[in-house]
């Protein structure tokens, strides 16, 4: 269901009210996602072919993204990419599989297959950035909920269990739309940068404080136009070409209380731009 508003500027404000509130919620929207919910005789691709290819593999995860958009907006908010770990299995047979597969090897360990409708990105447990760079110690998959830089992409569905894992204070975060940093040590802080630049842009997210303080000083860092570059050659409906750098910085040096803490607010609702109706998908590395 989607509620109109009207912003302080006198246009027509649009939100979604779907947010998945609970854990079994959430858990539900992502089997049907994953049309794990269907019976035996579902002719989808996903359960023709990608799942069985998948769980040939070893033990499966679903991570990160689609994990959020769908908990954002249900299953119409999904239309990126799906991202799977692949786990209790040999590293080099998992590497062996890849290149019968003809998988494209990012410097990250990861591998995308784009022989499926649905583009694939996973990778072995083993490969994990953070814990191959010595940040974090991954040995199963509730592991990967300390890997990822932003916290509203910890979340983590088995496929054999079916079970979901998301950190404790996820559906909070989600309902204050207050976004902040898991682990910051990352291998593209400019990529990640332009992503939380225009999450602020699109869904009017809150910077929690670790966000905020990355943004501020990336943003002193960084040229203003590589971040700009950087988004239009990574998403199909760039984005930050429309926002105003000194104006984001004003806004990332200007808290505001709520119920967890200072939060900042980089692009207000009523900041006027020509939004990407839908997918965030993109060619940007991983971040």
């Known amino acids: 269901m989607v509620t109109h508003s009207t912003s302080t500027n006198g246009s027509v404000d649009m939100r979604t009210s779907e947010l998945a509130k609970t854990h079994d919620a959430l858990q ?6 994953l049309r794990l919910d269907r019976g035996a005789h579902d002719d989808s691709e996903l359960t023709r072919e990608i799942l069985p290819f998948l769980r040939s593999l070893g033990s499966v995860a679903l991570i990160g993204g689609a994990i959020r958009d769908v908990a954002r907006e249900g299953q119409r908010g999904f239309s990126s990419d799906l991202d799977f770990v692949v786990f209790r299995s040999q590293r080099d047979e998992f590497i062996k599989q890849m290149e019968v597969w003809k998988g494209i090897r990012n410097r990250f360990g990861g591998y995308a297959l784009n022989r499926f409708s649905i583009k694939i990105d996973l990778w072995h447990i083993e ?71 225009r999450r602020a842009a699109m869904w009017h997210v809150r910077f929690g404080p670790r966000l905020t303080a990355f943004s501020r000083r990336c943003m002193n860092e960084m040229r203003w136009e590589d971040l700009v570059a950087l988004d239009a050659r990574a998403f199909a409906r760039p ?22 803490g200072e939060v900042t607010l980089p692009v207000p609702e009523r900041y006027q731009m020509d939004l990407p109706l839908a997918s965030e998908a993109s060619n940007l590395s991983p971040s």
């Open 127 to 197: 490969d994990t950035w953070a814990k191959t760079a010595g940040y974090v110690t991954v040995s199963e998959p509730a592991d990967l909920l300390k890997c990822t830089f932003f916290d509203w992409d910890s979340a983590i569905f088995d496929l054999e269990s079916g079970r979901l894992v998301v950190l404790s204070d996820y559906f909070e975060r989600l309902s204050l739309n207050v976004m902040d940093i898991r682990l910051e040590e990352n291998p593209n802080p400019m990529g990640s940068l332009v992503r939380a630049l």
């Open 28 to 33: 539900k929207r992502v089997k049907r996602l």
């Open 239 to 260: 984005i930050l070409r429309q926002l105003e750098k000194g104006r984001l910085l004003e806004k990332l040096s200007s808290p505001i209380s709520c119920s967890i």
